[in-house]
């Protein structure tokens, strides 16, 4: 199903010969949407826009999807969708299972990169917004026809398994009794033992070699470990019903074997080279060099997500890379990814993004930290927000507040703002969601409605009022709304998306009676509220938030 916009967008490329850029208007009395297209032509052919722009009018064929399209200011031509072209688009996306999703022309395997917390350490709110948002992508790439393989490069491999594993052999702890919490208080313990002791920072040392070595002591605790993290991030996942399982799991460690044939590849392509004991990749436009191993023979950060990038392509299929991670990673996911094009684990044709976020920040606008200064857990999070709000309400509040940011912005985490059912916030959403599936059961409990599936061959047949005009255009511009969301991996136009059709809802429920309105105002207005319901359910499921029938 193509969209309206992209109809129309055809019919006035046909005569103009370049794209009109149709842009929707910004204010109704110019109509729906608007083509700056006149003025552009103007330019090339030097003759006046507003004469341009009635040629273009005298030979536009669009009549039978919008009323005569006028000139306006300086050369603009304003469109207005006929009423009727409106109400088939939203009765034909009503009987549409996909609600105008799945039109994507090129179905790709898409790897997205995120949540990735690191073992024996509770999920910060860092790792919040990773898994926030890299679900939200999950769910939208897959609604538009992809194939998503998520992958959660948990950091599960390191030095700080030597001291961890070393403090738990000398201290005597039974592991099996160890919880993520009480993995990172050990850790903690662990690391503070290590600045202090140098007796026992030699013997931690050596266990990092024997970890490395495969000795079945130390792997035995540090699998233990790993098991007890992931028993964690679960439960973190289960509470804020992300779509993440154990098969997307891919830790660091996955790589391991695999580091060896890295280096020799790096070698063979000649990019790598010896600089002061250790194996540097170095790229024009770096003034630092990617460190592949380090001078001790430790392998980096950089030279697993090398191994990542190659096995995503190689083995994987992938066609587009993503990588949900935070701002401050920026230059090493540049870095990475360069040096990955440069050695040819990247061919031309594979794409990478970085999408990059900004901070959560306290209630005093500094970095969000407790009252002794650590960082603030994800759960510590969740309870407050619990606190306010029944769960379903409390976590579309946490989600709609993330992902509503401008994905570079830092934000205030304000509870009591989030939560509230007004404003451009979650609840908010859920609300007009409740709203209209209260009146579709009235409707039914009426015997106005047929139940169920059935009600979906319900049609809008008339659109009288322009706040039913209003509503009907944004819902006929959800699909592409999605597809934008889509290619461009922001999150945000989707919330504010929805949050302007939540608002014309309003307008349209304060002004525009259902129930009380007779005949075929009735049964179109009820097909309306179905098809907002639809949307709005849709639209609230891409971002991962519930869409509640009562609140
Ligand atoms: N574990 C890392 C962190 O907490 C994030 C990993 C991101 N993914 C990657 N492929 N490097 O900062």
Known sequence: MSSLPSLLSARVEAVTGIDPELRPATKPQFGHFQSNVALRLAKTEGKPPRQVAAEVVARLQVSDLCEPPEIAGPGFIN??????????????????????LGTSPEPQVVVIDYSAPNVAKQMHVGHLRSTIIGDCL????????????????????????????EEILAEGIDVGQLTL??????????????????????????????????????????????????????????????????????????????????????ENSGAAVIDAGALCVFSPGFNSPMIVRK????????????????????????????????????????????????????PPEVSTEHVAFGQILGPDGKKFSTREGTAVT??????????????????????????????????VFDVSRMVQTFG???????????????????AVEEGLLPAGDAASAVRVTRLDEPQEQTVALLLSGFGEVVDEVAATLQPHKLCTYLYDLARAVSAFYEECPVLKSEGDVRASRLALCLDIKRVLAAGLDLLGIEALDRM
């Open 79 to 100: 469109f207005r969708l006929l009423n009727s072209v409106l109400a088939d688009a939203v009765s034909d996306q009503l009987a549409d299972p996909a609600v105008g």
């Open 181 to 266: 919490a009480s993995a990172e208080d050990l850790y903690k313990q662990a690391n503070a033992h290590f600045r202090a002791d140098e007796e026992f920072a030699t013997l931690a040392r050596q266990r990092v070699v024997a970890l490395q070595s495969g000795d079945p002591v130390t792997r035995a605790i540090w699998r233990q470990l790993i098991d007890i993290s992931l028993a964690g991030f679960n439960e973190v996942y289960a509470r804020l019903d992300v779509k993440l399982t154990d098969e997307d799991m891919a830790g660091e460690s996955m790589y391991n074997d695999d580091l060896e044939n890295v280096v020799a590849d790096l």
């Open 295 to 346: 001078s001790d023979g430790g392998f980096g950060y950089a030279a697993t997500d090398l191994a990542a990038v190659r096995h995503r392509v190689r083995d994987l299929h992938a066609h587009r890379l993503i990588y949900v991670v935070g701002a401050p990673q920026a230059f090493h996911f540049d870095q990475v990814f360069t040096v990955a094009r440069q050695v040819g684990f990247l």
């Open 138 to 165: 999950n769910r939208v790439l897959t609604a538009v026809g992809h194939r998503v393989i998520p992958q959660n490069h948990v950091g599960d491999w390191g030095t700080q398994f030597g001291m961890l594993v």
């Open 424 to 442: 451009n916030t979650g609840p908010y959403l859920q609300y007009a969601h409740a709203r209209m599936a209260r009146v579709l059961r009235n």
């Open 378 to 411: 994800l759960t510590s999070l969740l309870d407050a927000a619990d606190a306010e709000a029944a769960p379903p309400v409390a976590l579309a509040a946490i989600k709609y507040a993330d992902l509503s940011t401008g994905l570079n912005k830092d934000y």
